[in-house]
């Protein structure tokens, strides 16, 4: 199943119960923003926080960012009347916290088909938990079914040190195998995967080399908790200028007549494949979507 490209460099946390926040998202450029009715939410404003993020959509039917709205699990006190209000405004995706079993997630997809909720409103998975992270593999499979709406994994990366009592140090070796393993599992379910926040937002320098990391490693965006850290992430994720043109390279080489049936060319001193080819024209795609972002 072929899925539309979306830039999701950027993933920026804002609070539901943060009028100021919610204010300044229309001026932002992040790819993508998760209106938090979970974590950044405190008990006594759970029920505001819903009626904040109902007069925000309606006051802002379209955005150029993505917008998601994480709700809290449906087995508390708060995630029914979460699911209710999110899937009231129309946002891009749903975020589950927590997700554990793919049952999480295709409770929620058939909720949504009952009560005929818009086929666009797609589903993202947190994994910040160790059973999450050990059933990643299983879950990401619903990625492949068009019914389950799974569209992307966030990591969790402070529930996950704080369940497991491993230490968010700099450079997260404790965390790698289990990034790694989170990562593998989304790309066999054709998913996205959204790198975890880094905490100190004062930090600059760190944050720059874990989004340096999360490159290297293959996420596709980080998540973000504060408005400073969109430029440098955007920055981080943007495919260099040396890829870019590497690419362009072997699209028109393929183009020219003599090579269009070829399954190999040589090209630069060294042998390049179709699959090659496939990789280059989805990253010469994926800057035209940003460019028009």
Known sequence: MSKPFRPRRSVLYVPASNAK???????????AVIFDLEDAVAPDAKEQSREALRDYFLGHPTSKAE?????NGLSGEWGGEDLLAARACKPDAILLPKVETPYDITGVAEILEETDASENIRLWAMIETPRGVLNADEIAELGLRSTARLDCFVVGTNDIARET??????????????????????RAGKLDVIDGVYNDFSD????????????QMGFDGKSLIHPSQIEP?????????????????????????????????ALGGRMVERLHLEAAQKLLAKIETIGRN
């Open 21 to 31: 926040a919610l204010a300044k998202v229309v001026s932002l450029t992040a790819d």
């Open 67 to 71: 917008r998601i709205v994480r709700i």
């Open 165 to 186: 009592g491993a230490k968010l140090i700099r450079g997260r070796a404790p965390f790698i195998p289990w990034l790694m393993q989170i990562l593998l599992s989304a």
């Open 204 to 215: 600059p320098d760190g944050f720059s080399d874990e989004c340096t990391q999360a490159v």
């Open 233 to 265: 992430a955007n920055a981080a994720f943007h495919p260099d200028e040396n890829a870019i043109g590497e690419a362009r390279s072997i699209v028109d080489a393929f183009s020219h007549a003599a090579n269009k049936d070829k399954g190999v060319i």
